[in-house]
């Protein structure tokens, strides 16, 4: 069964600061995919990740994914207040149609 | 931007009573998804559904719960006698096919079971 955790599960950090959020997943995937929730509301979709040594960029937000390793990374660069939300990494299982979410992290910014 | 619509936003049920879940996917999306949420969990699957037929379904999607597409633009999912664990938000996503595309997911339905 394929397994996907994220750590941290909570975050607070203050706002300038860098950090890094991680994902790994217990078997082979085509595809690593990260989504911004905030409360109460749906699924933003911020990254595709489909080869080994991909990395993306989105304003204070990079994604990269290793492979062989089974892992991704979603770093925060100069965190500001409007990033506080859920993140959540999903891997879609090889040959199939579905995704299998990580149990997400909450990050707050704080001043 | 084009994007999945659910209704209703909130739904709350007796247990036992059936509820249906509606979704719009975008108009030349051809693959369509159920996900669930409960409260303060992971996102998990239910259900994926192309050229009118179920392609994956999860563990979770038992023989209460069904998904159709009746006219060519919605996408439902029914859950025939709810039970209380049922309670969630349930996604509806859609993607224009399978493979290094983003799924695109609806605001979602917060069903509440009683």
């Known amino acids: 069964e394929l397994k996907v955790e994220q750590n941290p599960l909570f975050l607070s950090m203050q706002e300038g600061k860098n950090y890094t959020i991680y994902c790994n997943y217990s078997?082979?995937?085509?595809?690593l995919y990260w989504y911004r929730q905030d409360p109460g509301k749906s699924l933003e979709s911020l990254f595709v990740l489909l080869s080994n040594g991909a990395v993306k960029q989105e304003g204070r937000l990079m994604a990269s994914l290793d492979t062989k390793a089974r892992l991704s990374t979603l770093h925060i660069t100069a965190a500001v207040h409007d990033l506080s939300a859920t993140y959540f990494c999903a891997v879609d299982i090889y040959g199939t149609d579905k995704l299998i979410f990580g149990t997400g992290t909450r990050l707050q910014v704080f001043p | 931007e084009p994007e999945v619509t659910q209704t209703p936003s909130h739904q709350v049920t007796q247990m036992g009573q059936e509820v249906i879940l509606r979704c719009v996917p975008i108009s030349n999306h051809l693959y369509f998804y159920w996900y669930r949420q409960i409260l303060g969990q992971k996102v998990e699957f239910l259900v994926s559904?192309?050229?009118?037929?179920?392609?994956?379904k999860s563990e979770i999607f038992d023989d209460q719960f069904s998904v159709e597409r009746p006219d060519g633009s919605n996408f439902t999912l029914k859950i025939r006698s709810t039970k209380l664990e049922d309670s969630a938000m349930y996604f509806c996503?859609?993607?224009?096919?399978?493979?290094?595309?983003?799924?695109?997911f609806g605001s979602g339905t917060q069903l509440s079971v009683l």
């Open positions: 559904f192309y050229n009118n037929e179920i392609s994956e």
């Open positions: 078997t082979t995937s085509d595809r």
């Open positions: 996503a859609s993607s224009p096919r399978t493979g290094y595309e983003k799924l695109f």
